[in-house]
């Protein structure tokens, strides 16, 4: 982990032509009505990221992007079910997530039609009830039987397949894609809606990784403004909340661990925690967003590394070394699991946009910088399970796992979220190199220009290229490791204001 007692900041601004920018692609309105969220604080897609952060994306987009979805197994287990692998179906999801936003970046027109011919082959799959599944018929979730469906990860890849589909229409507008997940919703809905079974039934770790599939039915909610499916999410946090074995806010609330509610299974329980807090920001009822805000500060304060990974332990109460353990098992030979620090860094920007407080984006960038990134394998291609520190050997793989799925996600999420605005300020998040247009914070042209060698050294130097004298208020993160921020403006030391958020803030001219 780099550690820099402070940071410094040369900041220029330039006056330069207007020059005519492209928007990013405009979704066509169609007869759904999509809730509106406003959020305290919201990313601004950059136009270009350089530096470590970069390169890592480009090794992502050009090694391993193509390679997997092109690989017959993203799709064999729906076309020919039943799959080879009980999670096979999860992968599809998470590459349509993670080459979607990819292609936003980029608008590479080759990930582009890799895309349109996914999607197409997926929705083609869908039966006639809704279900989109690598399971044979006795296993499916809404077989009632639980010798065929009780431990399927059915209910789990559906959760990947809402997520996937949806993220990919909000950037590239399908209403096939959407409408094919109103029909798993509405299966999903007749399978565990009130009345039906408790979808905490199913599935492992008393039911959490069935429980994962609240994110999803929220996403869908907010896509398509269905009332049930709102209900049906609100349901789903009544079995969790009167499962025994989970009760995540309760739990949360009554002081108790996260290595409690579903044996503290480390991914899955931080990705039901998404789904409580998309809930909240629908219905901004504080009792979803609690459990939340003190799980995070639990797992912050005694589940992390100093490197800002979410570590795990094989315990005898749990068995399983992708866990959360009482923190009296700390051991700097813990392990953290992938998919848990992708989960991390999802969770701390989902909080950073409900909030805008810079505490929520500083833990993100800690985790990226040093379990994610150290996860991924230079040649671009292979990825590592789990991470440690001082690891002799990191075993990076070719393989498609769960793991290797999740790692390229946090990426290009976290890519989105280096700049953004909360109300009329600008939020710089990171001072990884990036060039990020103004436009949805002035209205016109110009962008911010971020350069320099972080996180390897302790100074950034940021210019404003617009086309005309305008009133900017920045608010400055201060990153995990630095202790101070130092600010120049041509020279001149400022003297920035603390906001309640934790930022740095400099109004001028």
């Known amino acids: 982990?780099?550690?820099?007692?402070?940071?410094?900041?040369?900041?220029?601004?330039?006056?330069?032509?207007?020059?005519?920018?492209?928007?990013?692609?405009?979704?066509a309105a169609d007869a759904a009505n999509p809730v509106r969220i406003t959020d305290q604080a919201v990313p601004l897609p950059p136009e270009s990221i350089?530096?470590?952060?970069?390169?890592?994306?480009?090794?992502?987009?050009?090694?391993?992007?193509?390679?997997?979805?092109?690989?017959?197994?993203?799709?064999?287990?729906?076309?020919?079910?039943?799959?080879?692998?009980?999670?096979?179906?999860?992968?599809?999801?998470?590459?349509?997530?993670?080459?979607?936003?990819?292609?936003?970046?980029?608008?590479?027109?080759?990930?582009?039609?890799?895309?349109?011919k996914t999607v197409k082959q997926l929705v083609d799959a869908q039966q006639a009830n809704g279900y989109l599944g690598t399971y044979a018929p006795a296993k499916r979730f809404f077989n009632p039987d639980d010798r065929g469906a009780k431990w399927s990860w059915d209910v789990w890849t559906h959760r990947y397949l809402l997520y996937g589909l949806l993220v990919y229409d909000r950037h590239c507008h399908d209403p096939e894609a959407v409408n094919a997940c109103v029909r798993m919703g509405d299966l999903l809905y007749?399978?565990?809606?009130?009345?039906?079974?408790?979808?905490?039934?199913?599935?492992?770790?008393?039911?959490?990784?069935?429980?994962?599939?609240?994110?999803?039915?929220?996403?869908?909610?907010?896509?398509t403004g269905t009332p049930r499916f709102l209900q049906f999410a609100q349901h789903i946090v009544e079995c969790i909340e009167h499962n025994p074995h989970l009760r995540l806010g309760a739990a949360m609330r009554g002081g108790e661990d996260v290595s409690v509610p579903g044996d503290g299974k480390a991914y899955q329980l931080m990705a039901t925690l998404l789904g409580y807090g998309e809930l909240y920001r629908c219905t901004r009822r504080r009792e979803y967003l609690e459990p939340v805000l003190i799980a995070w500060e639990k797992i912050r304060a005694e589940h992390l590394y100093v490197t800002g990974g979410p570590w795990s332990f094989k315990s005898d109460e749990t068995k399983n070394p992708e866990c959360f353990a009482p923190p009296s098992f700390f051991h700097p030979t813990n392990c953290v699991e992938t998919c848990s620090t992708t989960t991390w860094i999802q969770l701390s920007l989902l909080l950073w946009r409900i909030t805008g407080e810079t505490r929520f984006a500083r833990e993100a960038e800690r985790a990226l910088l040093n379990h994610l990134i150290g996860a991924q394998s230079p040649n671009g291609n292979d990825w590592a399970y789990f991470t440690m520190l001082n690891q002799p050997d990191r075993g990076y793989r070719d393989d498609i796992t769960c793991c290797a799925s999740s790692g390229p996600r946090a990426l290009e999420l976290f890519a989105r979220h280096l700049v953004g605005k909360a109300g009329d300020a600008l939020v710089v998040n990171s001072y990884l190199p990036v060039s990020c247009p103004l436009k949805p914070l002035t209205g016109g042209p110009g962008k911010i220009i971020v350069k320099g060698n972080y996180p390897f050294a302790s100074a950034a130097t940021v210019r404003f290229d617009i086309p005309g004298p305008v009133e900017l208020t920045v608010d400055w993160g201060l990153p995990c490791g630095a202790e101070s921020i130092e600010i120049k403006v041509d020279g001149k030391r400022q003297t920035p204001r603390k906001t309640e958020t934790g930022y740095y803030r400099l109004a001028r001219k």
Not at 3 to 24: E, I, M, N
């Open 1 to 27: 982990m780099l550690h820099h007692p402070s940071l410094s900041l040369l900041l220029g601004f330039v006056v330069v032509a207007a020059t005519r920018q492209c928007d990013p692609q405009a979704r």
């Open 50 to 116: 350089g530096g470590l952060l970069g390169d890592r994306l480009q090794l992502w987009r050009q090694h391993r992007l193509e390679r997997v979805g092109t690989d017959p197994f993203l799709l064999e287990g729906f076309q020919s079910p039943p799959g080879s692998h009980p999670w096979q179906g999860e992968h599809v999801g998470k590459w349509l997530h993670a080459a979607t936003l990819a292609y936003a970046a980029t608008h590479d027109e080759r990930i582009g039609a890799l895309l349109r």
């Open 190 to 223: 007749d399978s565990f809606g009130p009345g039906r079974r408790d979808v905490t039934e199913l599935g492992t770790r008393h039911g959490l990784s069935s429980a994962v599939l609240l994110e999803s039915i929220m996403m869908l909610y907010e896509r």
